[in-house]
């Protein structure tokens, strides 16, 4: 908001902090002129920034939770994906980000714990983003802004509380579409993003008192997401594990194992694996059994590794 | 809104309301006059509602069985009984107890997430709308939503939704089902949406009601304007405010929310309406909360402290109806408060039997996803392994 003039950050209860206090202060800062409420209208908030940025403007809304996201659907695919594209490059909405909190919280049932990555991904044109805690979503909510692509930046709000890491004050940009190696590994290759790194670390740590040493991927951007990098650790691991908390059919995790056994295939030692949320609406009670935590993944490191034998 | 008394039979010309209290020999007239404006429509509801001692008292002790219930709700969620989210509906209990005096069962109800007291009045008992919060069996749904999501088939009460104004459409579709399943000519069951002034400038609501008009479909778009859509006021969040003139060319009303002899009389007009197959209508009902949005919202922020307190001590709905049984000589004082000493010991019993319930089985999360039973892929999905407290002490296959 300080380095560009154009850019005004709207969306439901933004005024006053937000319901995650992500815009705190911030009206105050830069006036009501630039951070403004919208009514209750995702679909219009959606479009609604994606004509302001093919003014060139950036515009930064928020889709106060991404549960809420699927009514802004035919706007983020119609309409933001394919500006540029079918203006012929006349126009583009690369101003446009769409910030929305996403991913299981403990207690939010069907429609505040919903990870619609895999939705997103699935469109030519966008950018999809995923943090995995405070300082990398510094510097990749920097680089989704500024970038000149329209990107949906999904907030894991499970992190917004509980994930505490010294931050830089500075500005500082990280690169969209490059994935982050967190650990070195050479016996197995996991790969997640936003919040299950934390779980998929845990599992790391379990896995190291037995031995065996993963290598810890976290993908940071979902679209495009960074295939170098992920390939060339299966290809030096030889196994591999994709977690993710979302719904298994058709969860993202299905096209990068796709990709690896398509890349990766003669330097596989044992079948891909994929650890996941299960295929039912996201539970209300039930939710830390539907979770894929770190005794799942543990269990499914244990078994690639006996496969691989 | 005193109440004028006459105590004579009703000469009432809706036969519906000579149904409802025919056989309860005396009843008495109450002025509503003042509690409706209309919109593009020459009838009104009348100034004048039929009610008596019995009606009143039953009223009474569901409004009051509403408010403890809400009261309960705030406490055990403090209490960190009930977790997760949870959006409470006292003061507005007018809108919903007038309602469902209106109706008959065979009228569908479908609603938002503000749903505890109309779950209540449709289907819910205490017990079962505190246990769905608890997570545990005794839930009305069996602990598989929480509080945003109750349903009752035979009740035709179609919940509980969480996303705003997406029950809008839906309640359209249960309309047309009504329409469709009825004879020709004959009166047809209504389907109302309620929804929240938040809500009402969603797309999908307009979309559905120019489906309900162009196909005179037995729907009633009911809007429960408490004058917040979260922590956003009216003025801030809507161009206009006057919800009931929204429908443009469809007929609207407005009907005094927290008075519930005017919203019975309105509702009855609107069903009456609707029912005959005119098309569908606007209903506004003023009305007022108590509690924030949610138990996340202290409620303080964005409004005053003295505004609250203002409508509670003039507008609150358990007193008019207090006031007007106590005027019409239909209960004293002594009375009521024994009504209500009872109705708070049923709900702490009612808790305490709810809480007796376990937690429902892991089966649960998988069952109803499809209509036959749905396998849950083996390899991948169920953890092989027992698990225990702490990682050491797990059972591994």
Same mark, same amino acid.
């Given at each position: 908001m300080d380095t560009d003039e154009t850019a005004i950050l709207f969306g439901e209860d933004v005024g006053f902090g937000g319901v995650f206090r992500c815009s705190q202060d911030l009206q105050d800062q830069f006036g009501p002129h630039r951070v403004f409420n919208t009514p209750l209208s995702e679909n219009g908030i959606a479009g609604f920034a994606v004509g302001y940025a093919a003014t060139g403007g950036t515009a930064i809304a928020e889709i106060q939770f991404a549960d809420y996201? $699927?009514? =802004?659907?035919?706007?983020?695919?119609? *309409?933001?994906?394919? $500006? +540029?594209? +079918? @203006? /012929?490059?006349?126009?583009?909405?690369? /101003?446009?980000?769409?910030? %929305?909190?996403?991913? =299981?919280? /403990?207690?939010?049932?069907?429609?505040?714990?919903? @990870?619609? &990555?895999?939705?997103?991904?699935?469109?030519?044109?966008?950018?999809?983003?995923?943090?995995?805690?405070? !300082?990398? =979503?510094?510097?990749?909510?920097? @680089?989704?802004? +500024? @970038?000149?692509?329209?990107?949906? $930046?999904? &907030?894991? !709000? %499970?992190?917004?509380?509980?994930?505490? *890491?010294?931050?830089?004050? *500075?500005?500082? &940009?990280?690169? #969209?579409?490059? =994935?982050?190696?967190?650990?070195?590994?050479?016996?197995?290759? #996991?790969? /997640?993003?936003?919040?299950?790194? +934390?779980?998929? &670390?845990k599992a790391r740590l379990l896995a190291q008192k037995e031995g065996i040493h993963c290598e810890l991927i976290d993908l940071r951007t979902i679209l495009p997401w960074d295939v170098d990098t992920v390939t060339e650790s299966v290809i030096k691991t030889g196994k591999c594990i994709v977690s993710h908390e979302a719904p298994l059919t058709c969860g993202f995790g299905a096209e990068l194992v796709s990709t690896i056994q398509n890349e990766c295939f003669y330097s596989l030692e044992a079948p891909v694996m994929r650890v996941c949320g299960m295929d039912t609406p996201f539970p209300l009670v039930h939710e830390k059994y539907y979770i894929p935590n770190e005794l799942k993944i543990l269990d499914a490191i244990r078994d690639v590794m006996e496969k691989a034998k | 809104m005193l109440s004028t008394i006459r105590a004579f039979a009703s000469r009432n010309a809706n036969a519906s309301m000579l149904k409802s209290y025919a056989t309860r020999g005396m009843s008495t007239s109450f002025d509503v006059s003042g509690s409706y404006s209309m919109h593009n429509m020459e009838t009104a509801p009348n100034d004048t509602v039929e009610s008596s001692k019995e009606e009143l008292t039953d009223w009474f002790e569901k409004m009051y069985l509403m408010r403890r219930m809400e009261i309960a709700c705030d406490n055990e969620y403090k209490a960190r009984n009930i977790r997760g989210f949870c959006h409470l509906y006292d003061g507005q209990e007018a809108v919903c107890m007038g309602t469902e005096a209106a109706f008959d069962h065979e009228d569908s109800w479908i609603t938002s997430y503000r749903c505890h007291a109309i779950a209540l009045m449709r289907g819910g008992t205490v017990e079962s709308i505190m246990g769905e919060m608890f997570g545990l069996q005794s839930g009305m749904t069996k602990a598989k939503g929480g509080s945003m999501h109750y349903y009752s088939k035979k009740d035709n009460f179609y919940g509980g939704q969480g996303i705003v104004g997406a029950q809008v459409p839906v309640g359209t579709g249960l309309a047309f089902a009504n329409k469709y399943k009825s004879t020709p000519g004959e009166r047809m069951p209504v389907a109302m949406a309620a929804y929240g002034d938040g809500a009402a400038n969603q797309g999908q609501i307009w979309e559905s009601a120019n489906m309900a008009a162009l196909w005179k479909l037995p729907m009633i778009f009911c809007i429960e304007n408490n004058h917040y859509g979260m922590g956003t006021s009216v003025e801030r969040h809507s161009s206009h405010q006057e919800y009931y003139k929204m429908g443009n060319h469809i007929p609207g009303i407005r009907i005094d929310g927290m008075n519930v002899l005017a919203v019975k009389e309105g509702m009855r007009f609107v069903k009456d309406y609707v029912g005959a197959g005119n098309g569908p209508m606007y209903v506004e009902m003023m009305t007022y909360r108590y509690h924030g949005h949610s138990m996340s919202d202290p409620g303080t922020t964005y409004r005053t402290r003295d505004e609250i307190a203002a409508t509670r001590s003039a507008r609150d709905p358990l007193e008019f109806i207090k006031t007007t049984m106590l005027d019409a000589g239909f209960a004293t004082p002594e009375e009521l408060k024994k009504i209500e000493k009872k109705i708070k010991k049923d709900v702490q019993k009612a808790i305490m039997k709810a809480k007796e319930s376990s937690p429902p089985p892991k089966e649960e999360l998988f069952s109803h996803i499809y209509s036959a039973d749905h396998k849950i892929r083996e390899s991948e999905e169920k953890p092989k392994f027992i698990r225990m407290p702490t990682f050491d002490k797990s059972i591994h296959n």
């Open positions: 996201i $699927f009514p =802004a659907m035919d706007q983020i695919v119609n *309409e933001m994906a394919k $500006f +540029r594209y +079918r @203006s /012929g490059n006349q126009w583009n909405c690369g /101003g446009v980000t769409i910030r %929305a909190p996403c991913g =299981a919280v /403990g207690h939010g049932g069907h429609y505040h714990s919903q @990870s619609p &990555e895999a939705y997103l991904a699935h469109t030519p044109g966008i950018v999809v983003v995923m943090p995995s805690g405070p !300082k990398d =979503a510094k510097g990749l909510l920097l @680089s989704s802004i +500024r @970038s000149p692509d329209p990107v949906v $930046f999904l &907030e894991p !709000k %499970a992190l917004y509380r509980s994930s505490v *890491e010294p931050v830089p004050d *500075e500005d500082y &940009e990280l690169p #969209l579409g490059v =994935a982050n190696v967190l650990h070195q590994g050479s016996d197995i290759t #996991l790969i /997640g993003w936003g919040g299950q790194l +934390r779980l998929l &670390e | -």
